[in-house]
Structure formats: structure tokens, C-alpha cells
């Protein structure tokens, strides 16, 4: 018998029962919920008499559409500010923890979560947010689920589901100087399209991986999701622990040390047999940037924007976006090019930008932060450049104002605003205008995903504090080391 996957370990020891010929009853550790799809499923409870089975088990955050400015007074939009106070009501009533707008444990769901040590090696997490793969860093089975299904969660702490399909992504080698973990997952995107792990579950492995910090690693699994994968995860290793070791919770916990002996086994085992294997070359990847509307549609900052249905550069493989869309790739992808007013063989490098958002459970981490912040130290804000520089938690900005970040940035012209999902998804007011360009380090670049007619480029951090302080797409080598 062939040895298990570390997604086979935590699955197998969360089943509660078999359904013959169909999916496994899978008991769930934690549950996070936000403002957004909490409502109906609460809703749907006391409506069949159903209560909170183990309320313990579920972690609330209002963040979504919370605005970042002037968080100490009442949200001024009613359809936002009914569903922050609906949130606080079911929590308080169901005894559910709730860290509301200005609460110092408020934040985005996906940076709470692990920073309060909420999140655990070995654990199923799962939250009505399709980037609950995030989570996948430290180790855990974690994924994003419909509201009917976060009312099962509530009423059960189990779910149906059909186990899926498995891929391991290994990533040797080593990244190139000014080269960041949302390059390498942009470039990964790029390589297998949008579709390329529909349906999988992808364990990420390989030196590249292993020498990835946990901000990075969360970065990482964040966009797994982005190539159809229904989540991402890593073996949970001394770098997770050791980021682990600094959440007082859990130092404080006197079976700390017994648990990270126990996790210590949570590894694919040498023998295992994955559905599909990939590997990568760290060494090759670049500073990444989108040009299209998904994330598939990636390239090299300083690259040439591909024709349709032409050999592409990422290894060697077939264009992702002509690729990705079958023979009406052409049709789909000038569609696409149209929106963002670029063309094929279009050069991105110099081209103006008008604003910059860094942010998100994607890239709202101290470490992102803390790369920005290195690269426009010393530097002025581009005139022109609207700036959203928004922490992914109170937390967060608190460590940042203590490192000096907050204040090197306000040298530099930027101001931070206060943590919330943001611009991300445009929920609040932080829209980006139509027409407008947006360098952003989220995750998603889908038409009006921005604000309507909003024109996205997906990028890390460096791209990102090039972009800002030039005012046009900038190959953040240039600036920073030459």
C-alpha cells in the first residue's frame, strides 16, 4: 500500500462517516465568517429553530465593506452598515467571538485568523470567502464554502464533501533578487491558466517553497484558487513553528510543545502518489504583472504582451490566455485586451498608472509592508498617484507604526489607512474610477472587480512601490538596485 499525501493525513482524520458512492461527512475545527455571507445562514437557522452547534468553533471579523477612514464613527452606507450590525447581533446572541470595526483584533479574516492563532497545523477551516486557502500555509486543509453550506457548518460543525483530486507543484531552486512569493504564484498562474488545478487540491513543495517565509507561504496558497484549485497547502515545517511561537495564546499554552511534536508528521509521505505533478524553476522566475482581465493573463514587468494563440514565455508552453479560452481563445482574449486598452505586442513597461493599492489578504501582511516601505524609503509618491496603503489588521498597523514603516511612509507621501478588505473587491469607497489603472496587489483583475470600468494590473509588493513612486509600470530592479 503507497503512503499517504499530508492532504490524505488531515482528510482521512476528519471524516466522520462515508456516504457510500457519494461524498464524506467532514468534521470541521474552525470557522470563519464575515458581514457578507454570514447573514443568510443565520437567518436560515432561526428560521427552522436550528441552534449554533459548537459556537466556540466559529471566529468572526467584520471587514469586507468596512470603510478605512474614520472607523470611530458609524458607517455612513446603509447596506454596509446593516450588515456589520447584523453580524454583531448574531454573534453576540449565538456567543460567537466577534472582533468589530476598531475591535485591536479586527481585520481581514484571512490575516486574523493566523495571527491570533486561530489557525493550526492539521486543522479543516473553512469560511464563505473563496480565499480561505490561504490558511493552506500552515499545514491545514482550508477552503472557501456557499452560505447554505456556512449554515451547515453552524448547525452541524461537519460538511458533505467529495474528496478531490490532488496535485503537488514542487519549486526548486531559488528566487532572484527583487523577485517576491505573488511573482512566483503569478508566474505559476501564468504557466498552468486559470484552469489548470480546477478541481484539485494542491500541495506546494521544494526548496523554493521551503525557504518561503509564512507571509510569503500565505501568499502563496491565497491565489491557489486563481488556477481553478479548490485550495493550496504546505507542509507545516521549523519556519511555521517558529512564526507560531510568537503568538502569546499559544506560548501560553502548556501543550504547545506537545502539539508541534505531534505536527511534526504532518508531511506527504516519500512514497505518495499525487494525480498530477508540476515542478518549477525558481530561478527563472521575474517581477510579474497581469495585462488582461484574469489572473492567468501574467508576464514578465518588462515582457511584451503575447498575441493570441503564440507560443508564450513561460516555459515553454502555449500562451496561458490563448490556451485558457480553446478555440475562442482570439476572440475572448482581444475582448479582454480591448478592456484594458492594451494590444498585442504592447510593451507595459513606462506606461502610466494612476493609482496603487497594497493591500488585501493577499499582500496586507508586516512583510508587505516592510518590502513597500524599503522600496520608497528615501523617495517621493509620484504626482498624480492616488495611493491606498491599507493594512490587513489592526494588528498589522500597529507593528508597523512601531517598526517606523508608517512614518517612512509618510515621508515618502503616503498615508496608511486603516485595515479592511478595501479595494480589493471595492465594497466601501475605495473604488478605482473607470478608465483609471490600478497596480494592485490583490488577487483578482476581473472587469469592475475594482470599481466599475476599472482597469487592474495584478502585481506584488516591489512592482507595486515601483509603480508608486514613478507613476508608470516600473521593473522594480531598476529602481531599487541599479
Known amino acids: 500500500m503507497g503512503g499517504k499525501t499530508l492532504f490524505d493525513k488531515i482528510w482521512d482524520s476528519h471524516v466522520v462517516r462515508s456516504v457510500s458512492g457519494g461524498p464524506d461527512v467532514l468534521y470541521i475545527d474552525r470557522h470563519y465568517i464575515h458581514e457578507v455571507t454570514s447573514p443568510q445562514a443565520f437567518s436560515g437557522l432561526r428560521q427552522r429553530g436550528v441552534s449554533i452547534f459548537r459556537p466556540e468553533r466559529t471566529v468572526a471579523t467584520a471587514d469586507h465593506n468596512i470603510p478605512t477612514l474614520n472607523q470611530h464613527l458609524p458607517i455612513s452606507d446603509p447596506v454596509s452598515r446593516s450588515q456589520v450590525e447584523t453580524l454583531e447581533d448574531n454573534c453576540r446572541i449565538a456567543g460567537i467571538t466577534y472582533f468589530g470595526m476598531g475591535d485591536p483584533g479586527n481585520g481581514i479574516v484571512h490575516v486574523t485568523g493566523p495571527e491570533q492563532g486561530y489557525t493550526l497545523p492539521g486543522m479543516t477551516i473553512v469560511c464563505g470567502d473563496s480565499h480561505t486557502s490561504t490558511h493552506g500555509a500552515f499545514g491545514t486543509i482550508a477552503f472557501g464554502i456557499g452560505t447554505s453550506e456556512v449554515e451547515m457548518v453552524l448547525a452541524t460543525q461537519c460538511l458533505l464533501q467529495a474528496r478531490p483530486k490532488q496535485m503537488r507543484i514542487n519549486v526548486n531552486g531559488k528566487l532572484s533578487e527583487g523577485v517576491t512569493s505573488k511573482d512566483l ?256 496587489t490583490s488577487n483578482r483583475n476581473f472587469e469592475g472587480r475594482q470599481g466599475p470600468g476599472a482597469r487592474t494590473l495584478l502585481a506584488g509588493p516591489l512592482v507595486a512601490a515601483a509603480a508608486a513612486v514613478t507613476g508608470k509600470i516600473t521593473d522594480p530592479r531598476e529602481l531599487i538596485w541599479h
Request: hydrophobic share 40%.
Open 185 to 440: 504564484i503569478l508566474d505559476i498562474i501564468a504557466s498552468l491558466t486559470t484552469g489548470g488545478a480546477t478541481g484539485c487540491f494542491v500541495e506546494y513543495a521544494g526548496e523554493a517553497v521551503r525557504n518561503l517565509s509564512m507571509e510569503a507561504r500565505m501568499t502563496v496558497c491565497n491565489m491557489s484558487i486563481e488556477m481553478g484549485a479548490r485550495g493550496g497547502l504546505i507542509a507545516p515545517d521549523e519556519v511555521t513553528f517558529g512564526w507560531l511561537s510568537q503568538i502569546p495564546s499559544l506560548t501560553e499554552n502548556p501543550a504547545f510543545s506537545h502539539l508541534v511534536h505531534l505536527w511534526y508528521s504532518l508531511r506527504s509521505d516519500s512514497e505518495a502518489r499525487f494525480d498530477k505533478e508540476i515542478s518549477f524553476d525558481a530561478s527563472g522566475v521575474p517581477p510579474m504583472i497581469t495585462y488582461g482581465t484574469n489572473p492567468g493573463m501574467g508576464m514578465a514587468v518588462d515582457g511584451v504582451i503575447p498575441y493570441p494563440g503564440e507560443t508564450g514565455r513561460v516555459h515553454g508552453e502555449t500562451d496561458p490566455a490563448a490556451s485558457e479560452a480553446g478555440h475562442s481563445a482570439g476572440c475572448s482574449y482581444m475582448k479582454s485586451l480591448e478592456y484594458m486598452g492594451f494590444r498585442p505586442g504592447m510593451r507595459l513597461l513606462g506606461h502610466p498608472i494612476d493609482y496603487v493599492f497594497l493591500g488585501s489578504c493577499t499582500n496586507g501582511r508586516i512583510e508587505d509592508l516592510r518590502l513597500f516601505t524599503a522600496a520608497v524609503a528615501g523617495k517621493k509618491k509620484a504626482a498624480g498617484v492616488t495611493a491606498l496603503i491599507v493594512p490587513g489588521s489592526q494588528q498589522v498597523a500597529r507593528q508597523a507604526q512601531r517598526e517606523g514603516l508608517t512614518e517612512t511612509l509618510r515621508l515618502a507621501g503616503f498615508e496608511m489607512r486603516q485595515p479592511g478588505c478595501s479595494s480589493c473587491l471595492a465594497m466601501n469607497e475605495d473604488k478605482i474610477p473607470p478608465g483609471k489603472y490600478a497596480v494592485s
